[in-house]
């Protein structure tokens, strides 16, 4: 079932790192580690960077590719999903890596490829 075409990505990129950099300060993480907080809002503000660089209908300055995006999209989602073990978080905070981790992996492997127009 792919049908996360590159226009519902990039409605969903600057929501996505928002909430990336803001729901850690409403969540209170860091409790177990003050890394928890650090690394999202971190990870948000160099997803707001990439998606402002990504070649896309939201791109402003597009020098990046998509698939490098979707590339960077899924490594994060794998730390997201080692780093409570890595790192050593606990509580609120596993869960929101874990949640997060999982719906970055969902969405970057529900991606509909482009039409190839270059036939």
């Known amino acids: 079932m792919k049908f996360v075409t590159k226009q519902i990505h990039a409605?969903?990129?600057?929501?996505?790192?928002?909430?990336?950099i803001v729901l850690p300060f409403a969540l209170g993480l860091g409790e177990s580690n003050p890394i928890a907080k650090q690394l999202s809002?971190?990870?948000?503000?160099a997803a707001l960077l990439l998606t402002l660089l990504t070649?896309?209908?939201?791109?402003?300055?597009?020098?990046?590719?998509?698939?490098?995006?979707?590339?960077v999209d899924f490594?994060?989602?794998?730390?997201?999903?080692i780093a409570p073990f890595a790192i050593g978080f606990e509580g609120i905070d596993s869960i929101y890596?874990?949640?997060n981790g999982a719906a970055v992996l969902s969405v970057v492997s529900m991606h509909k490829p482009e039409p190839n127009i270059n036939r």
């Open 75 to 81: 490594i994060v989602a794998i730390v997201f999903i």
């Open 55 to 71: 070649d896309h209908q939201f791109g402003v300055i597009k020098v990046i590719s998509y698939k490098i995006h979707l590339i």
């Open 11 to 20: 409605y969903l990129d600057y929501p996505v790192a928002i909430a990336l």
């Open 41 to 45: 809002v971190i990870t948000g503000c």
């Open 97 to 99: 890596y874990w949640i």
